[in-house]
């Protein structure tokens, strides 16, 4: 069997850094709080503008949040209830997030929905503007508006899109219940997503320390037109856009460039069911499986509404086994930090990561040995040493110069550093400042 990766990488395999085997068999279960707070800004993009008001009455499915922009998502309320507030409140970006508080009445009464039904007879050219309209965006994290990413600008070409299922981020097992619970789900968003483009190939990408996945997937896709799927070696980031298509196609994003610059589209696996969902029967996406784990009594992977409470979420886990340290969104490579437990799930977060006390202390930064470990784990092929010292001298003209915008921010080479030298935060704050001036000078 021929099992895909890439150059660089790190392999974060004991459990005690990886942290899968606490959830990787527990099957999805649903958990549906009280009160949901739906952020306006869970997309790339401008935050969408709330549309209803204190005091109102809302479906399940139904419209709160209008886009705004060329990126711009309408945001749908995850339960029907009664709209306790719209107010701002810090959530999971820097500044303060524009919010619909949410009454749940938990009878789930549905907005009218528009199916267009079985994916294969669905008009094609309706279905990039049903995933628009259902408010779909990444759910690997990045939350890119899906249906900017299946509409191929003119003189660009897409011959294969990819479906990220290598899920390599420590702890988390989402992605992983996802695929061997409703496999025909994320066929059918691929399907979909393949009629929309009039693309022919479609990879399902899976690593090979999920191989009931890759098993369940392959039957799934069995008979499907322009589907396979494709096994790759466990990597981190093997999730990466760049990585995933390097690995498969042997294409090479260019600098600067996006994967339809290499002629394909990377979906997540979890987009994909989303996609399904909105063809077949018009639902928006109201709801995602997020895996919660670390000193939580009871780690699960649930099943959570649009707008949940990490508290919520983490009571319905039995509540904290020790006393928490730190929270992270996502795993903890790329994962970011909350500022606190009463912020709010959106669309793009797979996990909820709970440290204890001593996790969560970062050991002392040293000097650098110029041992080089940090060249070869780094996925994209830079100098993370000479990035961080251009970084820490403050010469980010140079830095740019040397492709630090290029960086991904996977965290391998603070992973492997035996310093402890903080790379990933100083390259993360230069690109930051970097795109700061940019747009000062617009």
């Known amino acids: 069997m021929k099992k895909f990766t890439f150059k660089g990488g790190i392999h974060p395999l004991h459990d005690r850094h990886e942290g899968k085997a606490a959830t990787s068999g527990k099957p999805v279960r649903p958990f549906v709080s009280d009160t949901v707070c739906i952020p306006m800004d869970m997309h790339l993009g401008a935050p969408s503008k709330p549309c209803v008001k204190k005091g109102e009455h809302v479906l399940l499915g139904q419209v709160i949040g209008e886009p705004v922009g060329g990126l711009g998502l309408p945001v749908h309320a995850s339960v029907s209830g009664t709209v306790l507030e719209v107010r701002r409140k810090q959530n999971l970006s820097a500044g303060l997030s524009e919010c619909v508080i949410i009454q749940n009445d938990f009878n789930d009464e549905w907005t009218e929905l528009h199916g267009m039904g079985n994916v294969e007879t669905a008009p094609a050219e309706k279905i990039i503007d049903a995933i628009r309209d259902a408010g779909i ?19 660009q070409t897409v011959d294969t899109i990819l479906v990220n299922g290598s899920e390599c981020e420590t702890f988390l097992t989402a992605d992983h219940r996802l695929m061997l619970e409703s496999p025909l789900r994320i066929v059918d968003g691929l399907r979909a997503a393949m009629r929309a483009t009039g693309v022919k190939h479609g990879v399902i990408c899976i690593e090979d320390n999920k191989m009931d996945a890759v098993e369940t997937m392959r039957k799934a896709a069995h008979g499907r037109e322009g589907v396979e799927v494709a096994v790759l070696r466990t990597k981190y980031p093997q999730g990466g856009e760049k990585q995933l298509i390097k690995a498969v196609t042997g294409r090479e994003v260019p600098s600067g460039g996006l994967p339809m610059h290499a002629h394909v589209v990377v979906l997540n696996v979890g987009t994909c069911a989303a996609i399904a969902d ?92 110029r041992c080089g470990r940090c060249v070869q784990a780094c ?33 391998s080479c603070s992973y492997v550093c035996p310093a402890r030298r903080w790379m990933t935060a100083s390259f993360k704050n230069a690109k930051e400042l970097i795109m700061a001036a940019r747009r000062a000078k617009k």
Do not use: W
């Open 137 to 155: 965006c990444g759910m690997g994290g990045a939350c890119f508006p899906t249906f900017a990413k299946l509409r191929i600008p003119q003189g």
């Open 278 to 369: 909105a063809i077949i029967d018009g639902k928006p996406l109201i709801s995602r499986i997020t895996t919660v784990t670390g000193c939580v009594r009871e780690p699960a992977n649930l099943l959570l509404r649009i707008g949940t409470v990490f508290l919520d979420a983490i009571g319905e886990c039995g509540g904290y086994s020790e006393e928490p340290g730190k929270i992270f969104v996502g795993g903890s490579m790329c994962g970011v930090c909350a500022p606190d437990d009463t912020v709010a799930m959106g669309k793009g977060q797979n996990g909820i990561v709970v440290l204890n006390q001593k996790e969560a202390t970062p050991p002392p930064e040293t000097q650098c040995i």
């Open 379 to 411: 996925a994209i092929g830079l100098n993370p040493y000479r990035l961080m010292n251009l970084c820490q001298t403050g010469d980010l003209a140079t830095a740019e110069k040397e492709h630090v915008l290029d960086c991904i921010l996977c965290g």
